[in-house]
């Protein structure tokens, strides 16, 4: 079954500070990964995408890891600003005979002053 | 700015109404989806739409209808609409036809509330 799992469904974090959030999936055949960011009440805008060959992908602070072996996937965030809150969507397109796009339901970030 | 404007922005209807919401692509772009997402959700995929074609299409009822346009712009209909019909509605155009292979360019959405 075409799955995508992230982890964690929110957190909170003090501006300045580094923080990861995960994604795990079952979709497959695999095609690609994308990261979205969505402010609240408004449309998601990409961060990155990978295909199963590209193990990072870096996007001014975002930087986004594939493990295509596990299936896992990785969003890294440095030196977090308060714009920075707001949900982070993973989504994978599967591929062949599966091509359609599987979402995440976020990680939803806040990060405070 | 993504390019890719939807209007209204924000409306509201009673039930059993009908809406109509637009959507101008990205330059460029023949495909245009459609998304729906309720309150603290992920978008749920309703339809996309390829040179003028529905070309795939989600889990909805067919009251929920589209068209795209010559100049690849589209439309969202929905008919005899419903409280749960109240959420936020992305547009979203792409350069390739296919769901998975174009990056996906969103609008700001069009928020409905169904009274």
């Known amino acids: 079954k075409n799955q995508v799992e992230q982890s964690p469904q929110s957190l909170i974090i003090l501006e300045g500070k580094n923080c990861t959030l995960q994604?795990?999936?079952?979709?497959?055949?695999?095609?690609?990964l994308r990261w979205y960011k969505q402010d609240t009440g408004r449309g998601p805008v990409s961060l990155t995408i990978?295909?199963?060959s590209e193990n990072t992908k870096s996007n001014g602070r975002y930087t986004a890891t594939l493990d295509a072996d596990t299936k896992q996937s990785s969003l890294h965030i440095t030196a977090s600003q308060l714009s920075d809150s707001a949900s982070y969507i993973c989504?994978?397109?599967?591929?062949?005979?599966?091509?359609?796009?599987?979402w995440g339901l976020g990680t939803s970030l806040a990060v405070n002053p | 700015e993504t390019g890719v404007t939807q209007s209204p922005t924000h409306l509201i209807k009673t039930r059993g109404q009908q809406v109509t919401l637009r959507c101008s692509s990205q330059?460029?772009?023949?495909?245009v989806s459609w998304y729906q997402q309720a309150l603290g959700q992920g978008p749920q995929f309703i339809f996309q739409?390829?040179?003028?074609?529905?070309?795939g299409r989600g889990n909805f009822p067919p009251r929920f209808s589209g068209l795209q346009f010559p100049n690849y712009s589209s439309e969202l209909n929905v008919n005899a609409l419903e409280l749960d019909d109240s959420a936020l509605y992305l547009c979203?155009?792409?350069?390739?036809?296919?769901?998975?292979?174009?990056?996906?360019?969103f609008g700001e959405g069009s928020r409905l509330t169904v009274l």
């Open positions: 979203a155009s792409s350069p390739t036809s296919g769901r998975n292979t174009g990056e996906l360019f």
């Open positions: 330059s460029g772009h023949n495909t």
């Open positions: 739409y390829y040179r003028e074609e529905e070309n």
């Open positions: 994604c795990n999936y079952t979709v497959s055949p695999f095609s690609n």
């Open positions: 990978m295909t199963f």
């Open positions: 989504v994978v397109s599967g591929a062949g005979n599966n091509r359609k796009l599987i």
